[in-house]
């Protein structure tokens, strides 16, 4: 009940914080500048949702469609026509760079308040951030981790000085001559996974290392230490898509490998306290946050009705924004019970939604399924749009539609650990060839005009 409490006080917060954001902006011609004010006519009032690897960009090469599609999305001045919003399982930088390098490819101005990275959603997890965490990744690992509002952070490579006996598989890595004195360091509350890291040997041991010594490596390893201390991970993502012919390893191949080695040290399987980015409804909320912000931004005045994803991973994107869309009719049936009952008070909508819902877990939830109430005013829905320039192909065999049969030679499901396979949540609402048609096909769906 108190990390509930937690999530619920972080969640208040943080939409607290974007709501005034959009105000201020609404009252500053300055810093509006890229939107273009004008409301949404009738109830044609939507969102759209932007994927970048597979979708936009191919490594460092723009997908020639994408700056062609934001040409049609911006007016005249260079104003946004509907909220936008990028939505990435990347995470190894900060939202300020990532907007930036967009702005630079798509030849428009992206915000960063534009941009979620896989780890946004961890600015919530509020009852973590006071704690000791030791932080796995690359990039500016720790900067990104005192942005989110974590206060006292530990990198691998922090670890690995105050401990130098502690990564030795690399043999040119090994202390020379004699043993180095070990330095120490107060012992580690939880285990933040920002994404893959360069040596994954050097990780996979001292995170294992924490996790059987209960944070502290100065004591002996212990399969009684269990449940370990708090993990949390951003980015499932099993493979994603580069300028190389063939996909790439992500961060949720980093994930099963330490799950495997986890387990078959100790015989017990590793547990995350959440699991965060797509395909998980906490990032899903997150962005729809995100969303209303632009929107008021825009000057709309009305809710927006409808989100619109665009993606190139199906157990990623299409997963996601299809689980979202259940989560959503979900919390919409929820509401419509508890207006209709007389009386009634003290119930967790969610927690309701969430006994309707069985097939969701509470791993596709993220860790945070309490965290937001039934009087937010949610879309209605949520289309998944896949487009076939990135991990997804046309000549790629289709998935059965008999869950009993995924898991075979011929189609393996990439899905998460924690995440039940469902064949449904990976079929899109639609396929289109690229982003750019994914954005007429939008804008044709809501019948206006894009050009």
């Not at 914080?17 to 939107?35: D, F, I, L, P």
């Amino acid at each position: 009940m108190q990390r509930i409490r937690s999530l619920k006080t972080g969640w208040q917060l943080l939409k607290s914080s974007c709501e005034g954001a959009a105000k201020q902006v609404n009252t500053s011609s300055s810093t509006s500048r890229n939107y273009s004010h004008l409301p949404p006519q009738g109830s044609n009032s939507f969102g759209l949702l932007f994927d970048i690897d597979g979708v936009l960009v191919r490594g460092r090469t723009p997908i020639p469609a994408a700056k062609q599609c934001f040409r049609n999305l911006v007016d005249g001045n260079g104003k946004y026509k509907v909220p936008v919003v990028f939505v990435t399982n990347a995470g190894n930088c900060m939202r300020q760079t990532k907007a930036e390098h967009l702005s630079h490819l798509l030849d428009v101005e992206v915000s960063p308040d534009q941009v979620m990275l896989s780890h946004s959603p961890l600015r919530m997890f509020t009852q973590f951030h006071k704690m000791r965490v030791l932080v796995s990744g690359q990039g500016p690992v720790e900067e990104v981790a005192h942005n989110l509002g974590f206060q006292d952070v530990v990198t691998i490579d922090m670890l690995r000085e105050a401990y130098p006996l502690l990564d030795v598989v690399d043999h040119n890595r090994r202390p020379k001559d004699s043993v180095p004195p070990t330095k120490g360091l107060r012992p580690i509350d939880a285990v933040i996974l920002f994404g893959e890291p360069i040596r994954w040997e050097t990780n996979l041991q001292l995170i294992v290392d924490m996790l059987l010594t209960n944070g502290n490596p100065d004591n002996a390893w212990s399969s009684m230490q269990y449940p370990h201390i708090p993990v949390l991970a951003c980015n499932m993502d099993l493979l994603w898509m580069a300028e190389a012919k063939n996909p790439r390893f992500g961060h949720g191949m980093f994930l099963v490998c330490l799950e495997s080695l986890y387990k078959k040290v100790t015989g017990y399987e590793l547990k995350y306290e959440a699991l965060i980015g797509k395909p998980s409804v906490v990032t899903y909320n997150y962005a729809e946050l995100l969303i209303r912000q632009q929107a008021e931004r825009l000057g709309w005045t009305t809710p927006v009705k409808r989100l619109y994803a665009i993606g190139d991973n199906p157990m990623a994107d299409i997963y996601g924004a299809n689980l979202y869309n259940r989560y959503l009719q979900a919390s919409r049936r929820t509401k419509a019970q508890m207006q209709a009952k007389s009386g009634g008070g003290g119930a967790d909508p969610l927690a309701e939604t969430v006994n309707e819902a069985p097939k969701m877990t509470s791993a596709e939830l993220g860790g945070a399924s309490s965290a937001y109430g039934a009087e937010e005013d949610l879309p209605e829905g949520c289309s998944s749009i896949l487009v076939c320039t990135g991990v997804y192909s046309r000549d790629q065999q289709e998935l059965p539609s008999d869950p009993t049969h995924t898991v075979t030679e011929q189609r393996i499901f990439h899905g998460h650990r924690d995440f039940r396979f469902d064949p449904s949540l990976t079929q899109p609402s639609f396929v289109v060839h690229d982003v750019k048609e994914a954005v007429e096909l939008v804008f044709q769906q809501e019948g206006r005009p894009l050009e």
